[in-house]
């Protein structure tokens, strides 16, 4: 699965003179992440919401990885992580059929994607609020 904190760090190296100082902090989050929480996303991922085996495995990856592909050709946001959950939701309806799928799992995985953006819209918010002098030493609203 790809990371949203790469996505999200990556476009904004582009020309800038801090590339090497973005990346690093990107990919520490990244580190932290896959550490700390990587497991439990992918044992959900690749038993909680359905079974899961070689052949439907490869099935989901490559269904996931075509249209991480095609988004990107047609410079289209995308989540990897969003995609891996579609692959193996379509992956599991073709196999195994609707009932085979956890869609309470599915559920949780929804509201998690829902609250998320306004979770770290107000997380980030506070960090800014309580880094604001070193952050914003030299942003236009100072």
């Not at 359905?50 to 050709?73: M, Q």
């Not at 953006?117 to 100072?142: D, E, G, K, M, N």
């Amino acid at each position: 699965m790809g990371s949203p904190a790469a996505d999200a760090t990556a476009p904004k190296v582009v020309g800038s003179s801090h590339q090497v100082w973005i990346m690093a902090v990107g990919g520490f989050f990244v580190l932290l992440g896959v550490w700390s929480l990587g497991w439990r996303v992918i044992r959900t991922v690749g038993s909680k919401i359905a079974t899961v085996d070689f052949h439907t495995a490869w099935c989901i990856e490559f269904g996931s990885t075509l249209s991480v592909v095609i988004a990107t050709i047609q410079e289209q946001p995308v989540s990897t992580t969003h995609c891996q959950i579609g692959a193996v939701t379509a992956v599991a309806l073709a196999s195994l059929g609707c009932k085979h799928v956890q869609w309470s799992m599915l559920g949780k995985i929804l509201v998690s994607w829902i609250l998320t953006i306004p979770t770290s819209a107000v997380i980030a918010a506070i960090i800014l609020w309580i880094f604001r002098p070193a952050v914003c030493a030299s942003c236009p609203w100072s």
